[in-house]
T-cell receptor
Framework: GDSVTQMEGPVTLSEEACLTI???????????LFWYVQYPGEGLQLLLK?????DKGSNKGFEATYRKETTSFHLEKGSVQVSDSAVYFC????????????FGTGTRLTIIP | GAGVSQSPRYKVAKRGQDVALRCDPI?????LFWYQQALGQGPEFLTY????????KSGLPSDRFFAERPEGSVSTLKIQRTQQEDSAVYLC?????????????FGDGTRLSIL
């Protein structure tokens, strides 16, 4: 079946450091890919998405590029802030019928000042 | 505007009791999803509604789990004869329509603890 594997955490970085959270997927066909974020005390919210190969999703300084050849969708940010501390989930879904999301296990990110 | 609302936020029940969890989706949203999130894990799909029709219930772990959305708006997830392994956060999400990967809007979840 379809699955998502993401970098295990927790990840702790200093403010203004560079961030990469790895995500790879296994799927039959060509899914859409997502990063969701869960800030402390809040619900899951969409951070960015890409719907086809070579698309780049971006939001709030975060970026991820859909790489079909490596089945990857790594999340990157050039300079993290304390406010980026959260749990990040990589996910996939298909654009037909049931658009259920298949999630990775999540990566907890803590940014220290 | 109002987001997806779930109630109760926390539920504690004794093993063997029945529980009902409620989801109020964003008004007018066609699609509604339920997910189960165990501690330290990502959410896992349980079931999907398009309006009042339950189109996929393949993720429901056993026949003790039952979901409904009778008028195509509010949804209820019911768990009968609860077991300790049912302890998890139950998330509801809704999206405006089907197709084109509409973003799913999540509620804050119901944290269920079975003693």
């Amino acid at each position: 079946g379809d699955s998502v594997t993401q970098m295990e955490g927790p990840v702790t970085l200093s403010e203004e450091a560079c961030l990469t959270i790895n995500c790879t997927y296994t799927a039959t066909g060509y899914p859409s890919l997502f990063w969701y974020v869960q800030y402390p005390g809040e619900g899951l919210q969409l951070l960015l998405k890409a719907t086809k190969a070579d698309d780049k999703g971006s939001n709030k300084g975060f970026e991820a590029t859909y790489r079909k050849e490596t089945t990857s969708f790594h999340l990157e940010k050039g300079s993290v802030q304390v406010s980026d501390s959260a749990v990040y989930f990589c996910a996939l879904s298909f654009n037909f019928g049931n658009e259920k999301l298949t999630f990775g296990t999540g990566t907890r990110l803590t940014i220290i000042p | 505007g109002a987001g997806v609302s779930q109630s109760p936020r926390y539920k504690v029940a004794k093993r063997g009791q029945d529980v009902a969890l409620r989801c109020d989706p964003i008004s007018g949203h066609v699609s509604l999803f339920w997910y189960q999130q165990a501690l330290g894990q990502g959410p896992e799909f349980l079931t999907y509604f398009q309006n009042e029709a339950q189109l996929d219930k393949s993720g429901l772990p056993s026949d003790r789990f039952f979901a409904e959305r009778p008028e195509g708006s509010v949804s209820t997830l019911k768990i009968q004869r609860t077991q300790q392994e049912d302890s998890a956060v139950y998330l509801c999400a809704s999206s405006p329509r089907t197709g084109n990967n509409q973003p799913q809007h999540f509620g804050d979840g119901t944290r269920l603890s079975i003693l």
